[in-house]
């Protein structure tokens, strides 16, 4: 019985803190899933996440502007959020780091695009995110 009531208290306190997380509308979790690479002289090309060196899960924190890596796999340090603005239905984001980039997320939908651009080259990234 013992046994039973401390899985029970474990289990509220999972959905206790799942509820907190979600709840907190600062906070942007996301999948990257599709790429494209693009130059002027070549066209685009679609390329895997893992080719760009970017890391498949992230996680986007409002609050404090910064972008930071959920995969262990790909380490690095946090990006920092430039501008932030909400425009009808959407979440726009924009900053550098070693090119421009821009980040829109569908207020219902969740659905990411990130753009990035440099000298003659673009990287275009489809994903989706939890939105709160």
């Known amino acids: 019985m013992i046994r039973f009531i401390s899985i029970l208290i474990m289990i509220t306190m999972i959905f206790i803190t799942m509820q907190a997380i979600a709840a907190d509308e600062n906070i942007r979790t996301c999948t990257l899933t599709n790429a494209f690479a693009c130059t002027s002289d070549d066209g685009c090309k679609e390329v895997s996440i893992k080719e760009l060196l970017a890391p498949r899960f992230i996680r986007i924190d409002l609050k404090t502007k910064t ?48 753009s990035a651009s440099g000298d003659g080259e673009s990287v275009v990234v489809f994903g989706s995110c939890l939105n709160p």
Do not use: F, P, Y
């Not at 959920?70 to 090119?99: C, F, P, W, Y």
């Not at 980039?101 to 659905?111: N, V």
């Open 67 to 114: 972008i930071s890596s959920l995969d262990r796999n790909i380490a690095r340090d946090n990006t920092k959020i430039a501008a932030i603005e909400h425009l009808k239905g959407m979440l726009v984001m924009q900053g550098t780091e070693q090119r421009g980039w821009s980040i829109t997320i569908g207020d219902d939908s969740g659905e990411l695009t990130l």
